[in-house]
């Protein structure tokens, strides 16, 4: 079972970047996680170039997620939404489709209160409408700055918290594959 994950920061220490690094280590055969760090050279989202023919980046980028039993986005909030990176990210894939029906898992990690539920609420409801089959145990991580050391998560509940995503995740995908 092949699961992706996508951190929506482009940050070296980023948290968020953190938390999937984590989950792919989280992950025991036969399930394997690949952490895509392509977001940020994908180019800026342009319906001319989709219609011309998207850059090889974007059609790799586009493959991996095809290829994808269930996916993890974990964004960033800022300035009360998600990051644009992502954003563009998941533009790229409205069109090719990659993300219907596919189970997606949606972890927001931000150093406030809230656990940037603002920007979880931005990309499901993008998701929502890309015909992504969004998970309900997406993971909103509050505090998140004194949860991660060293580019990975360390605190115990958010540990158990993740592996209760990725067990969802692999139900989510075992139960899609059944369907087809
Ligand atoms: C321009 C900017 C806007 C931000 N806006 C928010 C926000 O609206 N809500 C929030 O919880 N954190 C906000 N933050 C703090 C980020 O959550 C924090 O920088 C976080 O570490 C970013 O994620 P990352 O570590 O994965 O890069 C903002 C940070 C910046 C630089």
């Given at each position: 079972m092949k699961f992706v994950a996508l951190s929506g920061s482009l940050r070296a220490e980023s948290i968020n970047t953190a938390v999937v690094r984590t989950a792919a280590e989280l992950c025991l055969p036969p399930v394997s996680m690949t952490v895509y760090e392509g977001l940020g050279e994908l180019?800026?989202?342009n319906h001319d170039v989709e219609t011309e023919g998207p850059p090889p980046e974007v059609m790799a980028f586009r493959a991996l997620l095809e290829s994808a039993d269930a996916v993890l986005i974990s964004s960033p909030e800022y300035a009360h939404g998600t990051s644009g990176v992502l954003k563009n990210g998941l533009e790229w894939v409205v069109g090719g489709g990659?993300?219907?029906?596919k189970p997606v898992a949606v972890v927001t990690a931000s150093p406030?209160?809230?656990?940037g539920d603002r920007a979880q609420a931005w990309v499901k409801e993008t998701l929502e409408v890309m015909g992504a089959h969004i998970l309900p145990e997406s993971l909103p991580i509050p505090l998140a700055t004194a949860k991660v050391a060293a580019g990975r998560v360390n605190d115990e509940e958010t540990l158990g918290a993740l592996r209760d995503v990725l067990a969802a995740m692999a139900r989510a995908a075992k139960e899609r594959g059944t369907e087809e």
């Open positions: 180019p800026f989202f990659e993300l219907v029906d406030s209160m809230t656990g």
